[in-house]
């Protein structure tokens, strides 16, 4: 029997249908590609409408199980969607005990809702398991699903269940994102919010560290300021003076204590002129201690004793970092003697420019200390001495002349010692017993030569002289008796050779050391040049022969027709 033969119609219409069956198939296959990054409804919405138009389906149903944030889903399609609803039911109940496991024993019939045929139907899962959902085709053909329309549906059934996987896989990454995103953004917030925190308690800290810093250093000034006024007070209270003790009772020196008493109770500035070591620190001292000031402190400045460079530093005081050595703060003499008294001693050796800043403090009662700009107001009274002629000093242009009017307001002239020769024994039996209680020594008289020698002497260096030559004699005397040799006393050194004939009677004008000469001199004639010896000049000048020689040498005393012994 001969094999049937088609017909060439029959052969077309397959191979058409096949053409069309891959060309879905193509389409179906792409459809991921349309779906990437697409919703899952996106993703439905696009399946159902792709089926129903390749295959011409009555109706098409979709499915999807609870996924993780989202609620369930339910679709149906068809050319009439106004007239699908219907069949919905009839689906839920035909699928209620289906398995995806029996797909082959389907379709099923159902009654068309919107029409009078019966519709086949064939359910796909969407997974292995049809856990991501269920998807049913409905034809009124009666040979619905052909073989190529079963492939078609079980290959998109399989491209929407990774579709719709890879949908909820990226839906569930975007939350995840999100839900991070958002504690990220919660997390950071908080920390901000705490950073916040810090940084405010930090600047609280650092306010409170300002603030426990700046009364710190207040304090440590404050201290620093008392230790210094204390150490004034018992500088006053070891050094007090009062006209009693202010001794002598030279018309010079009452003259000066009468003025004294005269100035104290006003405010006004004193200039005391005098050589050096003639008292100007005492006269100083009396003046603030009858003054309404006195119990504040004296503040004392050798401006002749601080370099140039620290003078204003040590008048007006300097902050931290003012210059390359402050490294703390300073406070200056004018704010330690604040509502007391100042006593500038040498005042005619200040710099020109802090005579300046020094008489603006006199008209203003008020000063910038050194590396700050803060103005300190203080009410300071000012005591200056000076051993120079300060009205030759302002026609050389070495003082400021305004400056010195605003200072010598009461002048005050403490006299030499020289001028004031009575009271010369006075003050060496003062020094002797100072020295005498403090040594340990019992010193108790000064001969009459000695005493004789030191009123002579014209005492260039004054009263610090005198106490120097009392106390060097108390460390070397030997007896009850201060007897000063000539080895004792001041020298002043002369290559002239006196004779004995051309010795005369001392004069007051003197010096210390032609009366030391003179005085030798009539020893020698007395011992008749005789220098050893129980009778020599050398005992009766309680000195050693080679010591008296020596002095001899050193005064160029020589005999002339005498061998010396």
Not at 372 to 400: H, M, P, W
Not at 529 to 537: E, L, Q, R
Request: aromatic share 4%; proline share 4%.
């Amino acid at each position: 029997m001969l094999p049937m033969e088609l017909a060439p119609e029959q052969t077309g219409s397959e191979v058409k249908q096949l053409r069309g069956c891959i060309n879905d198939l193509v389409g179906v296959v792409a459809l991921p590609a349309i779906w990437s990054g697409s919703a899952p409804s996106e993703i439905v919405r696009t399946l159902l409408d792709a089926l129903l138009g390749m295959l011409r389906l009555d109706f098409v149903y979709l499915r999807l199980k609870d996924s993780v944030g989202e609620p369930p889903f339910e679709v149906i399609r068809g050319p009439h969607s106004h007239a699908v609803g219907g069949v919905s039911k009839q689906i839920g109940e035909l699928l209620q005990n289906w398995s995806g496991d029996h797909v082959q024993e389907w379709p099923r019939v159902v009654r068309n809702g919107f029409g009078d045929e019966d519709l086949s139907i064939i359910p796909l899962p969407l997974g292995l398991e049809a856990e991501i959902g269920i998807l049913i085709a409905a034809s009124r053909r009666a040979n619905f699903p052909a073989g190529t329309e079963r492939l078609l549906l079980t290959v998109a059934a399989n491209q929407a269940a990774l579709g719709l996987q890879g949908a909820r896989l990226l839906s569930k990454q975007k939350r995840v994102a999100e839900e991070l995103d958002r504690e990220v953004a919660q997390r950071t917030e908080e920390l901000a919010a705490a950073n916040r925190e810090l940084e405010a308690e930090i600047l609280k800290e650092q306010s409170l560290a300002a603030e426990n810093l700046k009364a710190y250093e207040e304090i440590a000034a404050l201290k620093a300021r008392l230790e210094i006024e204390n150490t004034y007070l018992q500088d006053e209270i070891r050094n007090q003076h009062n006209f009693e003790e202010i001794l002598g009772n030279s018309p010079e020196l009452l003259r000066l204590l009468d003025r004294v008493e005269l100035a104290a109770p006003v405010d006004a500035n004193v200039l005391i002129m005098g050589e050096t070591g003639a008292g100007k620190e005492l006269i100083a001292r009396a003046i603030h201690s009858r003054s309404a000031r006195k119990n504040s402190p004296l503040v004392k400045v050798n401006c002749g004793a601080i370099p140039s460079g620290l003078v204003e530093s040590e008048l007006f005081g300097h902050v931290k970092g003012a210059f390359t050595s402050a490294s703390e703060r300073r406070i200056g003499r004018f704010e330690l003697a604040n509502n007391g008294t100042l006593f500038l001693d040498e005042v005619g050796e200040l710099p020109l420019e802090t005579q300046v800043k020094l008489l603006r403090v006199l008209q203003e009662q008020e000063f910038e200390p050194v590396g700050s700009s803060r103005t300190i107001k203080v009410n300071v009274r000012i005591i200056a001495a000076t051993n120079r002629d300060l009205e030759k000093a302002v026609q050389s242009g070495g003082f400021r002349s305004d400056l010195c009017y605003r200072l010598n307001v009461i002048p005050l002239q403490v006299p030499a010692l020289r001028e004031r020769r009575s009271d010369i024994p006075q003050l060496v039996m003062a020094f002797l017993q100072q020295y005498a209680k403090r040594m340990g020594k019992a010193v108790q008289s000064v001969s009459q030569e000695t005493m004789r020698l030191l009123v002579e002497y014209s005492w260039p260096g004054n009263i610090r002289e005198l106490q120097n030559v009392i106390e060097r004699g108390v460390v070397l005397s030997r007896g009850a008796i201060l007897k000063l040799g000539a080895d004792l006393l001041p020298i002043e050194a002369s290559d002239t050779s006196i004779a004995p004939e051309a010795v005369g009677e001392t004069k007051a004008s003197d010096s210390l050391g032609e009366v030391q000469r003179q005085h030798i001199l009539r020893v020698l004639e007395r011992t008749g040049w005789v220098i050893s010896g129980p009778n020599g000049a050398g005992t009766i000048l309680d000195l050693h022969p080679n010591t008296l020689r020596s002095l001899m040498n050193r005064l160029g005393i020589r005999r002339s027709q005498h061998a010396t012994s």
